[in-house]
């Protein structure tokens, strides 16, 4: 059930597309950042909502973030010759964890930071 609210297209435009972007909202003032508790609107619950609401979302999203960041950071990602990269999702993943379609393939290699050892 809380994938198919993550999934409804009269909450979410093209809800099975990928696009990162539509977490953040300009309202005016800056970039406001999607409300992951729901304490305005639910419109997604990976953490769950309200009381029982998963105590560890903070160090759950900065963990993640951080896991991601240091693999852009530390390495150059190219893609496959002739292999699009395809975010759809496979239709046997309806539960968690999400599958994709046709997996990734990408070429990765460190980078090499100024001034930084290559050994
Ligand atoms: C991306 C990472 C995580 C996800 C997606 C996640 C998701 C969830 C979900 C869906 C629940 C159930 C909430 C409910 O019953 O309504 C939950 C509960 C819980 N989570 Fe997490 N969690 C994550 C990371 C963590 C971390 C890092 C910790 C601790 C360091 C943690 C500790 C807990 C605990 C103790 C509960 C039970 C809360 C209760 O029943 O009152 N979680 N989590």
Redesign the pocket.
């Known amino acids: 059930m809380a994938a198919e609210i993550a999934c409804n297209p009269e909450v979410w435009e093209d809800p099975l597309e990928f696009m990162p972007e539509r977490f953040l909202s300009g309202g005016g003032k800056g970039v406001e950042l999607f409300d992951v508790t729901g304490t305005k609107e639910i419109k997604m619950m ?5 009381r ?6 903070g ?3 900065f ?2 973030e951080y896991f991601v960041a240091n693999l852009i950071w530390h390495f150059e990602w190219t893609t496959v010759d002739g292999d699009e990269v395809d975010l759809s999702e496979s239709p046997l993943s309806a539960l968690i964890p999400v599958v994709m379609k046709n997996p990734l393939k990408a070429h990765i290699s460190p980078r090499v930071k100024q001034g930084e050892d290559t050994h």
């Open positions: 990976p953490f769950g909502a309200g029982r609401i998963c105590p560890g979302y160090l759950g999203i963990h993640l």
